[in-house]
């Protein structure tokens, strides 16, 4: 006998609905709630992985290592990273070039390679980088005037070695910067660079074409650096020009 309410009407759990009992109504809508939250749950339910940040090989001179910056996160090369959102890994070391190592005195260390070298230093650590910026050149002031030629040939070496290295990467050419008058050598240098950069397809920055360091107030206390608002000027030129 179906089960009565109190004023003798049929319980609506045993009352008929279509054919189907009430009590299967609740069943049904229960099974189908379950499923609809493990659909949801599955679809969205877990949170996403974070993103990680493409990685960012800085190769370069004092300048890209941050001297006469007040602290390391105000210099160029960092301040472009957080800009980009690129995960830094600076390889820059006070006194060399394309051409030139340095030493106790430039860098700190018995010996630092110049660029062809810290980019293999920088693979034997296991850096694996999405982005590779080559920055600088102005350690190469002597050799350059020693032996044109052979600078040349080490900045083409440079790019082609960053390329076969990091052949999926994108590199990033930046040039050289002198602090006070610009000498004509300079711009021959500039233009050496880019083509280097262009054989290999990387993008190229110039920070003579226009000068970028041109007013006083950029350079450091010791005349031969630029300060906190140097390199804000520099990382806005290169963040400027790579988008």
Same mark, same amino acid.
């Given at each position: 006998?179906?089960?009565?309410?109190?004023?003798?009407?049929? !319980?609506?759990?045993?009352?008929?609905?279509?054919?189907?009992?009430?009590?299967?109504? &609740?069943?049904?809508?229960? &099974?189908?709630? &379950?499923?609809? /939250?493990? &659909?949801?749950?599955?679809?969205? /339910?877990? =949170?996403?992985?974070?993103?990680?940040?493409?990685?960012?090989?800085?190769? /370069?001179? +004092?300048?890209?290592? /941050?001297?006469? =910056? !007040?602290?390391? +996160?105000?210099?160029?090369? !960092?301040?472009?990273?957080?800009?980009?959102?690129? !995960?830094?890994?600076?390889?820059?070391?006070?006194?060399?070039g394309y051409a030139t190592t340095a030493g106790l005195e430039g860098c700190g260390r018995p010996r630092c390679p110049d660029y062809a070298g810290a980019? =293999?230093?920088?693979?034997?650590?296991?850096?694996?980088p999405d982005i590779v910026v080559i920055a600088g050149g102005q350690n190469d002031t002597d050799a350059w005037g020693e032996d044109q030629a052979a600078v040349e040939d080490a900045i083409v070496a440079t790019y082609t070695d960053a390329r076969e290295r990091f052949a999926d990467a994108r590199i990033v050419a930046v040039g050289p910067s002198w602090l006070g008058d610009e000498a004509g050598w300079e711009r021959e240098f500039d233009r050496a660079v880019q083509g280097a950069a262009a054989a290999v397809g990387a993008e190229y920055v110039s920070l003579l074409e226009p000068p970028v360091l041109d007013d006083d107030a950029f350079a450091a206390d010791d005349g031969l650096h630029v300060n906190d608002l140097g390199h804000a000027a520099i990382a806005d030129r290169v963040t400027g020009a790579i988008g």
């Open positions: 006998m179906a089960r009565r309410n109190p004023e003798g009407e049929p !319980s609506w759990l045993t009352r008929d609905w279509a054919g189907i009992p009430g009590w299967g109504l &609740v069943i049904a809508g229960a &099974v189908l709630l &379950v499923a609809a /939250g493990i &659909v949801i749950g599955g679809a969205g /339910g877990a =949170a996403p992985e974070p993103m990680t940040p493409p990685v960012a090989l800085f190769i /370069g001179d +004092s300048y890209t290592a /941050g001297v006469g =910056a !007040s602290d390391t +996160s105000h210099r160029w090369a !960092s301040l472009v990273a957080a800009d980009e959102g690129w !995960s830094e890994e600076n390889y820059g070391n006070g006194g060399t980019l =293999a230093e920088a693979a034997a650590d296991g850096v694996d």
